[in-house]
């Protein structure tokens, strides 16, 4: 995830900006999916649509139905650029598991299981390209205000936090830094997250396989399920891919590389004609997936590993070299039993689906970008 110019390197002044709504609910015989939308009220200390274009486009209760799990945005009200903070409140056991060729991370070595710290306090996302992983100072100054991380005898704490960043240099130049991780953290909340052009993914884009002249915006999403065992899992999905979005419930294309004269090129067709360019650092997606069931950090790998299933589900193409797609785990383990490590990574890999295509379907399109909502006929 290294940025491909040499853009200017201005500092922002954060003003924070976060958004909640209302609920709904879809339901199965013996899985509540979570898939709300609503309009959303701004807070006072910005507009609901900052210049850019940033503005959210639902909320669903999503990832934060785990109970202890919360979830903030800092979107630059001048900028379409952010930050987004999923925090584990009292901590979770963590794993992680990185399909793409081109990472933007930090701190994920710790996760391994063979080393030594079990638990984690939180994950970010954040915009910026690699400037953005100095987001990461700002939610561990959060957490230590509130005396949350590893302890380390008589000095206190260290916070956990490892993180990912997704590139949006082509449509802002400003890089979150501290300021913006802190914000996020503050603002973090248990009810309805806020979905679409906020936080890290305010600046998101996918379908870029024929250059940004024909991309499409991507955005924040986040879907749940719920089985009457008491087993919930979540997750949380930063969408900047490269490829386009399907939907896997009909396998169509619902946001990508446009075509000429209106609809889609579909990246599954250019892949079988001339190889485009790579795209480089620009086609990553972010998940984090929480869930309540008990695991061990081997496991909380394993169910990081399964949830990918989803992203390639809905991501085509997905995970190629010049990619950082990455997928975070948190198990706060407040479930002992009734549940299998498949069951819970089969689950995974349903709700980052879901997660994906309610990011494109709640985006907000910028200036030249359009989002899903912009296209004629949509069908959300």
Known sequence: MVPMSQESRRRARPVARCARGGTGSHRTPLIAIAAGTAALAPLPAAPQSAPGGSGAGGAAEGITRVEGIRVGHFTYPNAATGCTVVIADGGAVGGVDVRGG???TVETDLLDPVNTVERVDAVFVSGGSAYGLGTRGGVMRHLEERGQGFPVGGTGVVPIVPGAIVFDLRVADVRPGPDCGYQAAAAAGAGPVAEGSVGAGAGATVGKMRGMAW?????????SATLESGL?????????AVGDVVDPRTGETIAGARAEGGGFADARRILRGEPPPPREGENTTVVIVATNARLTK?????????????????????????????VFSLATGTLAEGFSVGQVGALAAEVVAEAIVRAVRSAHGLPS???????????R
Do not use: E
């Not at 991309?215 to 879907?223: E, I």
């Not at 919930?232 to 969408?239: D, I, K, N, S, Y």
């Open 298 to 326: 081997a496991r909380a790998a394993k169910v990081a590993r399964m949830a990918h299933d989803g992203l390639a589900r809905a991501v085509v193409p997905s995970h190629t070299p010049s990619d950082g797609d990455t």
């Open 215 to 223: 991309a499409m915006k991507g955005g924040v999403g986040t879907s």
């Open 102 to 104: 081109a990472p933007g």
């Open 232 to 240: 919930v899992v979540g997750a949380l999905a930063v969408v900047n």
């Open 369 to 379: 970008i359009p989002a899903v909502r912009d296209l004629p006929g949509d069908g």
